[in-house]
């Protein structure tokens, strides 16, 4: 999970590294937007070779959320 | 698996046409500059050549192709297949192809018709058009592929999603058969996927109707009518990232290629990012691996053709290249051949 979330926070540029942990909201950070989700869906597939597609990251609320959806895959 | 090889057929020349209205996508979209500036970052895409209002993807293809005859100095009677490839066709029917045979001036002895293709559809034209010669019989059978859209037309301003991607673009590319020279092919499709990229009204489904103008959304920030251009940018990219990178190195493996085998990728020009993703995955340089994007935009199934004849016309001495579409559908194929050292390969304006 931490790897995940150490993962997850590379992936921005703006926010600070102090703003993520597992039950950040991230659709609601200021820097997320849809290229940011490209980005994660890269991460978790160059990351853990896993496959994951918008319906994953809209049912996804927290990190810990998107982090059990890619456990599960 | 739709993997094979068609012998002694090789591709003669290359002309792509573009409209001459060029877009900037700086200014034309109606956003903060700096957002545009973001969107133009991460799809490496500045520019777009957009048609008239009049001019459709028939009217690109056949410019080309009267382009392509006359520099190859072709006897129209000479050419016995015409398939058009194409998702923004002239009408509802006939088939377009059957009027370009008539514009063209080729005999009534070609077969002619349409392929519902996009992305992919260069490569799947390719391949109906190769495997089809091959069973003329003679030495001397000669195919004309025109593949083209202009989806400009229904990529709604007012949604970020497709607006600053596309533009439109026709092509015209002759094959014929030659002794000695191959391509080989691998085809793929993914019906699940197929809600990732589609028009839903406007065919037989789901029929034209006066409600069809009502702008709608799906993700509360982009807007468009139902007969417009939807794209589910997250869906896509994930199947090209992983997909794509699968089943390059898979034909490669069972065409034992190695990557000195391949002189150029020549990919669909979906967008840079995920381009780039699908460029490092399969581990080619930069150097082996064109772009248009910036100056072309996406031309949907005219990347391919456009890719070539931007990019190798002066840079190819008998490249092997390897040719891979993927989008709409879900629909993805590779094709593989050589570049003859005197194929033309020209881009034209309309």
Known sequence: MEEFIEHFAEQFDETERSEFSASTEFKELDEWDSMLALTIIAMVDEEYDKTINGDDIKAAKTIEDLYKIVENK | ?350
């Not at chain 2, 016995?80 to 001036?105: K, N, S, W």
Request: proline content about 3%.
């Open chain 2, 1 to 350: 698996m739709a993997h094979f090889k068609i012998d002694d057929i090789s591709v003669r020349g290359i002309v792509s046409c573009v409209p001459p209205n060029k877009v900037d996508n700086l200014e034309d979209i109606n956003i903060e500059k700096e957002h545009a500036e973001k969107i133009i970052t991460s799809t490496g895409i500045r520019y777009r050549r957009i048609t008239e209002e009049s001019v459709t993807s028939s009217d690109l293809c056949e410019a080309a192709a009267r382009s392509l005859i006359e520099d190859l100095q072709i006897d129209p009677s000479e050419i016995e297949i015409l398939i058009f490839v194409t998702q923004t066709p002239d009408f509802i029917l006939p088939a377009t192809a059957t009027l370009l045979q008539d514009r063209l001036g080729l005999s009534n002895a070609t077969m002619a018709f349409d392929i519902n293709m996009g992305c992919s559809g260069y490569v799947y034209g390719l391949s109906v058009v190769a495997s089809l010669l091959a069973n003329v019989p003679g030495d001397n059978g000669k195919g004309l592929l025109l593949v083209g859209d202009t989806i400009s037309k229904v990529a709604n301003p007012k949604d970020l999603s497709t607006y600053p991607l596309f533009g439109d673009a026709g092509s015209a590319t002759l094959v014929e058969k030659k002794k000695g020279k191959s391509i080989s092919f691998d085809l793929f499709t993914d019906g699940k996927g197929a809600s990732a990229i589609e028009i839903t009204h406007g065919g037989f489904r789901n029929p034209y109707d006066t409600s069809v103008s009502d702008e709608i959304t799906r993700d509360g920030v982009n807007f468009h009518r139902k007969t417009d251009l939807y794209l589910n940018g997250m869906d896509v990219f994930s199947f090209g990232i992983t997909r794509i990178p699968k089943a390059i190195k898979a034909f490669c493996e069972k065409e034992e290629l190695q990557d000195s085998d391949i002189d150029f990728y020549i990919f669909h020009q979906a967008n840079k990012f995920m381009n780039e993703k699908i460029r490092k995955k399969i581990g080619a340089t930069e150097e082996k691996v064109p772009y248009t994007l910036h100056d072309f935009a996406n031309v949907s199934s005219a990347t391919i053709p456009l890719t070539i004849t931007q990019s190798m016309a002066e840079r190819h001495t008998g490249s092997n290249i390897l040719c891979c579409g993927f989008g709409v559908g879900l629909s993805w194929g590779i094709a593989y051949f050589k570049l003859d050292r005197d194929v033309l390969l020209k881009t034209i304006a309309l």
